[in-house]
Nanobody
Framework: QVQLVESGGGLVQAGGSLRLSCVASGRGTFSSYATGWFRQAPGKDREFVAT????????YYADSVKGRCTVSRDNAVNTVYLQMNSLKPEDTAIYYC?????????????????WGQGTQVTVST
């Protein structure tokens, strides 16, 4: 069992930046878990944002955030980060961290067994 807690969300103006964090706790070694970020806007399905492999050497991004977001992790402190720059109003959503120890990395919700409660990101015009 792994618990994930996101933080770092908030209200920011368009063009601004935020860094989201996700701290993992519980059983196992964090470096054994691939992690991903997803988001869900009101009235929409939860969608993939970014994923990072267990070692951190491989990353993959949704086209909608590519070039504006960077996912990273520090296995020594059991934390994965999502740096978001040049934010747009359409980035407004609840952002969720996810983890799983059976995959190398994943872009689908179905890939992940463990989820955090989410952190709200609101981008104003």
């Amino acid at each position: 069992q792994v618990q994930l807690v996101e933080s770092g969300g908030g209200l920011v103006q368009a063009g601004g930046s935020l860094r989201l964090s996700c701290v993992a706790s519980g059983r196992g070694t964090f470096s054994s878990y691939a992690t991903g970020w997803f988001r869900q806007a009101p009235g929409k399905d939860r969608e993939f944002v970014a994923t990072i492999s267990r070692s951190g050497r491989s990353t993959y991004y949704a086209d909608s955030v590519k070039g504006r977001c960077t996912v990273s992790r520090d296995n020594a402190v059991n934390t994965v980060y999502l740096q978001m720059n040049s934010l747009k109003p359409e980035d407004t959503a609840i952002y969720y961290c996810a983890a799983d120890d059976t995959i190398a990395a994943g872009t689908s919700r179905a890939n992940y067994h463990y989820w955090g409660q989410g952190t709200q990101v609101t981008v104003s015009t």
